[in-house]
């Protein structure tokens, strides 16, 4: 299994899809391509007409997107246990899963990840909006689910994988936010598999101009 991706620092969608495979203790071959390189286009047109990551490679299956890495992954190595087994739980995981996979834009254009940065932002109404919704998410299942495991649906789930670069955007921007979803952030931070991926982050030197937003701390 290979899953190709960008760099650690910046690349949001690749970490969703890494993180769905280190934290299921799945091993796999990562390919990592510079964002927005000649060399980057040129080397996704070869695995996705998408010229996005990260694509997955099993075998003869290959996936791009995500979230659709996410529901494969399930499916073929996890016996659909990284979703709620409850089927309300299941249905509320799914709905805020794909409302962070299609929303958001607002935190998404003005606060790019950047993991080894502390930085801060003007944010437009659009964005402190998002935010706002993001706590909101967080608070009501951590109130649920926090003495449970700690994620937002007690165990571990694709719902995590779709909102802990969302943990590490607020880190960057010191972003506040209610005591509850401290807790949850918290918890994020000290996963394995979160840690080793902002070990590798820190180590790249690449800069992406566009993606390095407001002014440093």
């Not at 949001?12 to 286009?41: C, D, H, P």
């Not at 080894?116 to 998410?137: F, G, P, T």
């Not at 936010?177 to 070990?199: D, F, G, T």
Request: aromatic share 10%.
């Amino acid at each position: 299994m290979q899953l190709i991706i960008g760099n650690k620092n910046y690349s949001s969608w690749s970490l969703r899809g890494w993180l769905m495979l280190a934290q299921n203790g799945i091993v796999f071959e990562e390919q990592k391509l510079k964002l927005l390189t000649e060399s980057f286009y040129r080397a996704l047109q070869a695995y996705t007409p998408a010229a996005k990551v990260p694509v997955l490679i099993d075998g003869d299956v290959t996936v791009w997107d995500s979230l659709a890495i996410c529901e494969y992954v399930n499916e073929v190595y996890c016996n659909g246990n990284a979703w709620p087994q409850d089927q309300a739980e299941r249905a509320k995981a799914r709905a805020i899963s794909c409302e962070m996979h299609s929303g958001f834009m607002g935190l998404r254009n003005e606060m790019p990840m950047n993991c080894r940065a502390k930085r801060r932002v003007e944010l437009s109404d659009a964005a402190k909006k998002d935010i706002a919704r993001v706590d909101q998410i967080w608070c009501e299942q951590m109130a649920l689910y926090g003495d449970q495991g700690g994620w937002l649906f007690g165990e571990w789930s694709i719902a995590d994988c779709m909102f802990a670069p969302v943990v590490l955007r607020f880190i960057t921007y010191g972003i506040e936010v209610s005591e509850l979803s401290q807790r949850y952030m918290a918890h994020v931070l000290q996963s394995p598999a979160i840690r080793l991926w902002l070990e590798e982050a820190l180590q790249e030197t690449q800069i992406v101009p566009e993606d390095e937003a407001g002014t440093e701390v």
